[in-house]
């Protein structure tokens, strides 16, 4: 459920980052490699704190641009974990963008994606994610 500001309802962003026009691409647009660096911060998060450690970017199982993002929109990503394996956590991301125009604020959702994370040791070797 969103809330009147169009962001969703009972839960916090895990980061909130002005695109700015260093982040515009040829086409005006941010570029969408910033978005999915963005992406990947914010899923990395959740998916340290459940690992209590370093964890790995494994995989990239889906990423959808559904909108372009403009510079001056505020993104918004929320990151939620999905699905645990053995040493592994999947974690869904999604980025909303803000666009103020004086009064009047504008909330699409821009962007979706599943990454895969994977808990490690000192040595850099999967490790088995530890009990809840």
Do not use: H
């Amino acid at each position: 459920m969103l809330t009147e500001t169009g962001l969703p309802e009972n839960k916090v962003p895990v980061i909130r980052v002005p695109a700015t026009p260093t982040k515009a691409n040829k086409g005006g647009s941010i570029f969408g490699g910033w978005i999915m660096s963005q992406v990947d911060i914010a899923g990395s998060i959740p998916a340290e704190m459940r690992a209590k450690g370093p964890i790995v970017t494994r995989a990239v199982d889906s990423f959808e641009f559904k909108k372009p993002v403009f510079v001056g929109d505020l993104i918004s990503c929320y990151a939620d974990i999905i699905n645990e394996g053995k040493t592994s956590i999947t974690v869904k991301v999604d980025v909303y963008a803000q666009r103020i125009r004086g009064a009047d604020i504008e909330t699409i959702m821009v962007t979706e994606a599943k990454l895969v994370y994977v808990a490690i040791d000192k040595n850099g070797k999967p490790r088995a994610l530890p009990e809840k």
